[in-house]
């Protein structure tokens, strides 16, 4: 939102939540995000919004909207062209993405998820765990 490239980059693992500002549900769910995006995880926490795609607000008007928001721990890029949107293939909003160190999406979500399944996701717990050698049940 700042003007600048964002780079995604093998030494960090990333959340990736999609949103929009006509999103209610989305929009429930910043608070919660702002507190996540603030704590010491082994994950960042970013945004994707799409200015003047499907309805969204072009981003000077867009940025003006958020800034009244007042979030601080929030980072938001703008996909003005579409291409996460291509890459993720997101049909709904919100929609989430976990991206590990190696840029491998591992999960894509559709709909809310709150802050204790994201940390799930990358301590080992979320959907797609891998069950240890000599499991017995």
Same mark, same amino acid.
């Given at each position: 939102?700042n ?7 093998r030494?960090?693992?990333i959340?990736?939540?999609f ?11 910043l608070e ?17 919004v799409?200015?003047?795609i =499907?309805g ?18 929030i980072k ?14 997101i ?15 591992? =999960? ?6 709150? =802050? ?22």
């Amino acid at each position: 939102m700042n003007g600048n490239d964002y780079t995604f980059s093998r030494d960090k693992n990333i959340y990736i939540k999609f949103w929009a500002s006509w999103c209610p549900t989305c929009l429930a769910g910043l608070e919660e995000l702002d507190r996540l995006a603030g704590e010491n995880n082994n994950f960042e926490v970013i945004t994707v919004v799409f200015p003047g795609i =499907n309805g969204e607000k072009n981003p000077a008007k867009f940025k003006e909207w958020y800034n009244t928001l007042g979030y601080k721990n929030i980072k938001v890029l703008y996909d003005t062209d579409g291409k996460l949107l291509q890459i993720f293939k997101i049909r709904a909003l919100p929609t989430s993405a976990i991206i590990y160190k190696d840029l491998k999406i591992d =999960n894509v979500i559709v709909g809310h998820i709150s =802050n204790g399944q994201i940390k799930d996701y990358y301590e080992g717990k979320g959907e797609n765990t891998t069950m240890e050698n000599n499991t017995k049940i």
